[in-house]
Structures are given as structure tokens and as C-alpha cells.
């Protein structure tokens, strides 16, 4: 059961949203325009929660809603309820449509997106943050996060990298924490952004899909080269997100025309080189629509400088 009504009068304009799953049924409600607050209940089984939202559904329009058609699902931010696991009906309908195992919706299993810690939090991060700001932009979203905020260096994964090449990362210190613990955290929150911010409203810029398509080899490959002997069957879970993100890239992003809002918008990696020459690394893939700024001297300071002044 789905049902969306709408009170509007000189004084105030409201929504009021509810659907049902099984013996579960979410109620959003707020101001018409906004995300507005979620409630979910479960019931005994399926006859009850159906029972209790014509029940609802009732009450609502003898106070004066109205059913309405104007109301975006598609559109409309959908953001998970505090003290709930990722919930089917607190997810986007394009997520829905494309990531309907268990594994979306599991937070306690370590190699599920949202199931280990770092993925955890992104989640509720990105929640909080599409809830706060209308026009949320997610593109600088993961470097920010592991960099500014949890202070660790950011390591992506970069198209063929050999296995000498991951070997070699991984025996790498980064101020106490190992190179190979450091990149299967950086992947965990990279898989874990573009799930989450597809979850949240439907959509994810094309180079973060890509980028979670190559952590997730890099998992792989380090999981065959690293811990081989721990059988700890990681590569159950990759291969399934990789082939419902090939997918979801098939029919929403290969070949459509683009959406320059949506494009994707690299951040370099600023270093000094061993001849102490400021240099910057920028990951390109083959296939997302791409924003590059005409002035990448200007658009990427190095500090609180920009580079062409150093």
C-alpha cells in the first residue's frame, strides 16, 4: 500500500507519505517542498500493518488531506531513521530497483557496504547531509572525508595496478596504519559513498561509480594476495555489488545524454616530487561524462596558495 496526500491552506502547505512492505510501513510528513521526518513501524504480519495504514490513511483526509499527484518520488531525498538498520523503504526507488539483496540493507556484516564501521558512518554522514543541504554536492565528498575530517591519507585505486605494485602499498607505513589496512578502509568508504549517496537520491557521479568498480577489484585482489588463507569469502559480496553496479552504469550512464550536474569532477592529489617540484595526479576513466576546469592553476591551491604561485 502506497498513498500520498497533501493539505494546503492560506497558512500552511504539508505532505504526508505512507507505504507499506510486508508487516513494515514508513510514514514521512513535513513541509511540502522538504525531506520532512520518517517514522517506521513493524507489525505481527502483513494484515495488521495493512490495517493500520487505512487506518491512518483515514484519519488524514477527515482532517483534510487530499490525495495529490504532484509529489516527485523520484525526486524526493530519501534518508534512513536513527536506531534502524539501511531500510528498503528509507532507499530511493532507482536504488530499490538496482540493489535489492540483503547485503544493502545489512550493518552488521563486515563486508556489507554499510556493515563495516568506516561504511556505517558514511552512511549516516551522507543522511545527515542531504538532509541538511538542499543542493548537497557529493563530488569532493570521500577525499574530504578520510583527509580533513578522520586526518588519514587517501589512497584510490588506480586502473591496472600489478600485484607488485599492491604488494608494495601494502607494506607501506602511513603514520601507524598499515598500506593494505589503509586501502581496504579507502575502498570500504568509496563502495560505501556511491551505494549510500544512490540510496539517498537515486543518483551518483559517473566517475564515483567507476571508482567504486576498481576498489572493488582492488579488494579482490588484495583479498587473493593477502588473505588467501583467512577464507573469509569477500569476494561473495564484491561480485555481487559489481554486477548490480554494472548495471545500474549500463542503463543510467553508458550511452545516455549527459547530465552535467551529475558529471564527474576529479580532485587531484597535490605532492612534492623528489626534486621538490609541486605535481598533481588526476584519475581518469574511460566512459563517465567529465568536468575539467579551464583554469586547473586557479581551481586547485596547494595549501593556502594556488599551485602557479609556488
Known amino acids: ?54 487506518k491512518l490513511i483515514s484519519a488524514k483526509r477527515k482532517k483534510g488531506y487530499e490525495d495529490t499527484e504532484d509529489f516527485d518520488e523520484m525526486s524526493y531525498k530519501y534518508v534512513d531513521v536513527e536506531d534502524y538498520s539501511p531500510h528498503i523503504l528509507t532507499s530511493h526507488p532507482i536504488f530499490r530497483r538496482y540493489f535489492s539483496d540483503a547485503i544493502y540493507y545489512d550493518c552488521a556484516d563486515e563486508f556489507a557496504p554499510f556493515g563495516n564501521d568506516s561504511g556505517n558512518d558514511v552512511m549516516w554522514m ?12 557529493v563530488n569532493s565528498f570521500i577525499e574530504a572525508l578520510i583527509e580533513r575530517e578522520w586526518g588519514m591519507t587517501y589512497l584510490p585505486p588506480l586502473p591496472g595496478c600489478s600485484d607488485e605494485e599492491i604488494m608494495a602499498a601494502a607494506a607501506e607505513d602511513f603514520n601507524g596504519m598499515s598500506g593494505q589496512d589503509l586501502m581496504f578502509m579507502c575502498d570500504q568508504v568509496i563502495v560505501a559513498t556511491v551505494f549510500g549517496i544512490i540510496k539517498n537520491i537515486g543518483r551518483v557521479p559517473d566517475g564515483y561509480a567507476y571508482l567504486a568498480l576498481l576498489s572493488l577489484d582492488r579488494m579482490e585482489q588484495m583479498e587473493r594476495l593477502l588473505w588467501s588463507d583467512r577464507n573469509c569469502q569477500l569476494t561473495k559480496y564484491t561480485g555481487i555489488m559489481r554486477k548490480d553496479l554494472k548495471q545500474y552504469i549500463k542503463d543510467n550512464i553508458t550511452g545516455k545524454t549527459p547530465v552535467w550536474e551529475n558529471a564527474y569532477c576529479p580532485q587531484p592529489k597535490i605532492y612534492t616530487d623528489e626534486e621538490g617540484r609541486l605535481c598533481g595526479e588526476i584519475i581518469i576513466f574511460d566512459g563517465p561524462n567529465t568536468i575539467l576546469p579551464k583554469n586547473p592553476y586557479q581551481a586547485y591551491p596547494a595549501g593556502d596558495k594556488t599551485v602557479d604561485d609556488q
Do not use: H, P, Q
Request: hydrophobic letters at 30%; charged letters at 40%.
Open 126 to 137: 551522507l543522511s545527515d547531509r542531504v538532509r541538511k543541504y538542499a543542493r548537497y554536492s
Open 1 to 54: 500500500m502506497k498513498a500520498v496526500l497533501r493539505y494546503k491552506d492560506e497558512k500552511s502547505d504539508k505532505f504526508w507519505r505512507i507505504e507499506t512492505l510486508d508487516n513494515e510501513l514508513a510514514v514521512s510528513y513535513g513541509k511540502w517542498g522538504t525531506i520532512g521526518k520518517t517514522n517506521l513501524k513493524s507489525f505481527d504480519n502483513k494484515e495488521k500493518c495493512e490495517k493500520e495504514a487505512g
